[in-house]
């Protein structure tokens, strides 16, 4: 009986605070090591209908690198822990050692872009130019939603004529 006459206090304190923000458009499916694909290349085949002669094209791709991928997360990995534990150590940190290791990463990070760049291409091959079309409005659609979002959450206070011509205002 104490449960339901309390139900309407604990609904009033639930409700009485903002959720949480989450992440802004779809949530890439997973596979065992992350996303599928990375998030540029997904973008290309949103709301795309896709032969079995393109998802086999698609799926021989993907799979083309993935121990690459997978070299590449095990370097970055490594390379972040090696930063992580010159700037935990003892003593004065050694820049020539940690700009090297930060050399290291702005390396394999572009090597990534440009194996992303790559697999853009292909994919963009692989679509009939009715597809391109038709991911491409849907990619349209999603950037005004993105937009009509960021507006509905900026702040009241910065929703000034200034703020509205910078993307990355709050």
Same mark, same amino acid.
């Given at each position: &009986?104490?449960?339901? $006459? ?17 992440p802004v458009g779809p949530v890439p499916p997973m596979g065992?090591?992350?996303? &599928? &694909? ?7 085949? *949103?709301? /795309?209908?896709?032969?079995? @002669?393109?998802? @086999?094209? !698609? %799926?021989?791709?993907?799979?083309? %690198? *993935?121990? @690459? ?5 095990? #370097? *970055? ?8 534990a010159l700037l935990l150590a003892k003593g004065p940190v ?13 390396? !394999?990070?572009? =090597?990534? @872009?440009?194996? &992303?760049?790559?697999?853009? /291409?292909?994919? %963009? ?5 009715? #597809? !391109? ?5 849907? #990619?349209? =659609? ?14 009241? %206070?910065? =929703? ?8 990355? $205002?709050?």
């Amino acid at each position: &009986m104490l449960a339901f $006459a309390a139900a309407p206090s604990f609904m009033a304190i639930a409700n009485a605070h903002p959720p949480v923000p989450g992440p802004v458009g779809p949530v890439p499916p997973m596979g065992h090591m992350g996303p &599928m &694909m990375p998030p540029p290349l997904m973008g290309m085949l *949103r709301g /795309v209908d896709l032969t079995k @002669e393109q998802r @086999e094209k !698609l %799926h021989a791709l993907m799979h083309s %690198h *993935r121990q @690459e991928r997978r070299d590449a997360m095990h #370097q *970055r990995r490594d390379l972040d822990n090696q930063i992580g534990a010159l700037l935990l150590a003892k003593g004065p940190v050694d820049k020539a050692k940690l700009d090297g290791l930060v050399k290291q990463k702005e390396a !394999l990070n572009a =090597k990534d @872009e440009e194996a &992303m760049a790559a697999d853009a /291409v292909a994919i %963009h091959d692989i679509l009939t130019p009715e #597809q !391109l079309d038709k991911a491409r409005a849907t #990619q349209d =659609k999603l950037d005004a939603l993105e937009g009509q979002i960021r507006d509905l959450l900026r702040p009241p %206070h910065a =929703k000034g004529a200034a703020d509205k011509d910078d993307d990355d $205002a709050p």
